[in-house]
């Protein structure tokens, strides 16, 4: 069954501490992208990665770390830098080429608390 | 860089109704995809569509794109067609995304 899990899907943390919200896709996309939606809000783009072990900040990167060592997982790490992380975190991910339909697909989304 | 802007904000129809969601960009595309995020949060792949037009079921999807603007039809509207309507296109290496149309559909 093809396609892009996260978990957990709800995570409560305390103020102070660092969390890794998982995301795996097993569609053999390229690029993978996370984003941070607040209530009544649109999305944001966080960071996003278009190869293994390289990714680039988005538009609010203040606070989150990434990685990608394979091509399959992308985790998110919120740190306690960021100032107000309680959201729904949102992980995509698309193909990239000329030619090639590069649709874009997401996760269910992992909703955070912060208490 | 690109602009994507989507009309209207809000919109409530009786169920039954038909609608037109709008979605204009700033600049050419080659890439446009609509999606519906439900009440639960996930977003649904409805159209991609960076040009001509698209039927599935009740929806139905327009992209002129030498005039860069984007239609979603939705006809016999249904209580199941509330949520936020996405308009998303390519701008560099990554999806810039409109900041949505809220559907309510009143039973």
């Known amino acids: 069954d093809g396609g892009i899990t996260q978990s957990p899907k709800y995570l409560f943390r305390k103020e102070g501490q660092n969390v890794t919200l998982s995301c795996e896709q097993n569609?053999?996309?390229?690029?993978m992208y996370w984003y941070r939606q607040d209530p009544g809000q649109g999305l944001r783009l966080i960071y996003y990665s278009q190869i293994v072990n390289d990714f680039q900040k988005g538009d609010i990167a203040e606070g989150y770390s990434v990685s990608r060592e394979k091509k399959e997982s992308f985790p998110l790490t919120v740190t306690s830098a960021q100032k107000n992380p309680t959201a729904f975190y949102l992980c995509?991910?698309?193909?990239?080429?000329?030619?090639?339909?590069?649709?874009?697909?997401f996760g269910p989304g992992t909703r955070l608390t912060v208490l | 860089g690109i602009q994507v802007e989507q009309s209207p904000p809000d919109l409530i129809l009786q169920e039954g109704a038909n609608s037109t969601l709008r979605c204009n960009f700033s600049?050419?595309?080659?890439?446009l995809q609509w999606f519906h995020q439900n009440p639960w949060g996930q977003l649904i792949n409805l159209f991609y569509?960076?040009?001509g037009t698209k039927q599935n079921g009740r929806l139905s999807a327009t992209t002129v794109a030498t005039e860069r603007y984007s239609l979603l039809y939705i006809s016999s509207s249904q209580t199941t067609d509330s949520g936020v309507y996405f308009c998303a296109v390519v701008g560099g290496n990554k999806l810039v995304f409109g900041a949505g149309t809220i559907l309510r559909v009143k039973s």
């Open positions: 600049d050419s595309v080659n890439n």
């Open positions: 995509a991910s698309r193909t990239l080429g000329q030619g090639v339909r590069n649709e874009q697909f």
């Open positions: 569609l053999n996309h390229d690029a």
């Open positions: 569509i960076p040009s």
